[in-house]
């Protein structure tokens, strides 16, 4: 895919998004599961999410190495807004009936005292855009810990594979973008304490039954592992749904005999199924159901 098609189609994606995702707990999939990793688009739509949690992880962000001060704060605002009912009243802006709060970023500047973000604004609901302001659960938190510390927050959209690299490079100070803890990209970031638990979803077109009745990671696994490398699975790179098909030792995955096929984002690859060029993808639970509820709506 070109380029200038991806850019177009990311930004149609983005301005057509919608945030509403329905939650069944309160604080944004912390210990349990929430609407966000059920199933979404069943008996109407062009595509479903299987209700099935192909992975367990936690999200942390990734703050510079050099930099035990800001960790240490971070890790204390984490606790504090968890403590406090902030975060959930966050997650509810995107998992309930509240109302999404649109974060604006600043002009780099050296001579401010500025908290520099490297994300990835094409991860709904954790940070994407609608227009030229930043949306969703990370990027409110980092709205919030910039005031805090009483600096000028600056966000650096950037691919997700990219994300670690520039905190590593000491060219932002922190990474919010829906990152996984992982051993291999502690070696550009120290994460901080876990914030959010997540996992990996299967989404297949609607009129696709061969998963309906597969209850555990188990079954779908072996579904997967009996295809042959003429299927072809939607990915966004660099994230674990990446490593979950293209295997990783670290975090337990088999290399599956299909082709992972990498989007700059999931949104990207959910089309690219709906156009018949793939026959699954696999993405994070949360952005799994905000992408086919809207693509669903639109559809429709």
Known sequence: MKKIVAIMLTLVMSMAMVAGCGSDESAGGQGGSNDASKESGSGAGVLKVIDVDLSDEQYAFGVDKDQTDLLEEANAFIKEIKENGEFDKICNRYFGDGEPEPVESAVEDSSKDQLVVATNAGFEPFEYMKGDKYLGIDMEIAKAFAEKLGKELV???????????????????????????????????????????????????????????????????????????????????????????EGDDEAGFEKLPSQAIGYKNGSLACQDLINGNLNYVIIDSAPAKCITDALNAQNG
């Open 155 to 245: 966000i650096a959209n950037m691919d997700f594979d990219a994300v670690c690299l520039a905190v590593g490079q000491h060219k932002c100070d922190i990474a919010m973008a829906g990152l996984t803890i992982k051993e291999s990209r502690k070696k550009y970031v120290t994460f901080t304490d876990s914030y959010y638990n997540a996992s990996q979803r299967l989404i297949v077109k609607s009129d696709d039954t061969e998963f309906d009745s597969m209850k555990d990671a188990d079954s779908i696994h072996a579904a997967l592992m009996g295809k042959d490398s003429s299927v072809k699975i939607g990915v966004q790179n660099g994230t674990t749904g990446q490593l979950y098909c």
